[in-house]
């Protein structure tokens, strides 16, 4: 079989990191085991998986967004990508536009990029309304209601379901920092209510009004960030009377800034993107 050469970027969202290729110039024949195989930190470029940058299937859209979590699977939205997808496609000459359609599985997010002498400083996604019912995401007779609890080897949680488009089950605690996130983050994605599995958030309301929070995301484990983390968890803070609904979302890898709106009902993201390196690698 004759090898493809494929040229890569990896950048990053507040330390969320991806593979990113522009499949209008390669093609990527199995995404799966490329994000599988590519997403390793010792045998592999390293990274929480690969995104693929295309044409979308809508006319209504500009560009598509595919997302392979590392272990394969495929992701219906990630925030830190798609914001990583506005600086690509501006700064990459793709696009001139500063208002960017991307079209992901989980609907048409619209990219508003923030310019600053000819560069991409910031972004704002809007990442639409959230969703609280959703029975192929979540179970709420196995966790005790939306609002419910969820027991985890030695510990019970009460948490908020929210779907940001991927189901999230955010948890405020006591003491974030010394939590341990592997263990109890790896059995609620797989609890029993939650059919799909489910990204898990633990989060912590500081004295300043910030919100710090740390994420085990389905599909990838810890993560430094999480865009619909943050902006579940900025949802779940105010509907559970924490917050108001502008949050400052403090992660592992950075801060992001949330507005749930009351006029429109959406969730607007906003936060930085960085490119990492370029690269050119045998598929």
Same mark, same amino acid.
């Given at each position: 079989m004759t090898q493809q050469k494929v040229r890569f970027t990896k950048m990053h969202g507040a330390g969320n990191d991806y593979i990113y290729v522009n499949t209008l110039l390669y093609n990527i024949p199995d995404p799966s085991a490329i994000s599988l195989k590519w997403s390793a930190y010792h045998t592999g470029i390293g990274s929480d998986g690969l995104v693929l940058i295309g044409k979308p299937v809508s006319a209504e859209a500009d560009f598509s967004m595919r997302i392979f979590n590392a272990d394969g699977s %495929?992701?219906?939205?990630?925030?830190?990508?798609?914001?990583? @997808?506005?600086?690509?496609?501006? %700064?990459?000459?793709?696009?001139?536009?500063?208002? @960017?359609?991307?079209? $992901?599985?989980?609907? @048409?997010?619209?990219?508003?990029?923030?310019?600053?002498?000819?560069?991409?400083?910031?972004?704002?996604v809007d990442m639409l309304a959230p969703g609280f019912e959703d029975a192929s995401q979540f179970a709420p007779e196995k966790c005790d209601g939306k609002v419910g609890t969820v027991q985890a080897a030695d510990r019970t949680f009460s948490g908020t379901y929210v779907s940001m488009g991927n189901p999230h089950f955010v948890i405020f605690?006591?003491?974030? %920092?010394?939590?341990?996130?592997?263990?109890?983050?790896?059995?609620?994605?797989?609890?029993?209510?939650?059919?799909s599995r489910c990204n898990i958030e633990f989060a912590e309301m500081r004295e300043n009004g910030d919100i710090r929070m740390r994420v085990w995301e389905r599909g990838s484990g810890i993560t430094l960030a999480c865009g619909t983390g943050a902006c579940a968890t900025?949802?779940?803070?105010?509907? $559970?009377g924490r917050s108001g609904r502008e949050s400052s979302i403090v992660m592992d890898g950075g801060r992001l800034s949330i507005k749930w709106l009351d006029t429109d009902g959406h969730v607007y993201m906003t936060g930085g993107a960085t490119f990492v390196f370029d690269g050119e690698i045998e598929i």
């Open positions: %495929e992701a219906m939205m990630c925030g830190n990508a798609s914001r990583c @997808i506005g600086k690509y496609l501006y %700064e990459r000459k793709l696009t001139d536009k500063t208002v @960017i359609r991307l079209e $992901t599985l989980s609907g @048409i997010k619209v990219i508003n990029l923030h310019i600053v002498n000819g560069k991409v400083n910031s972004v704002t605690v006591d003491d974030v %920092e010394h939590l341990d996130i592997a263990k109890y983050g790896s059995i609620l994605e797989c609890h029993e209510a939650f059919p900025a949802v779940a803070a105010a509907m $559970t």
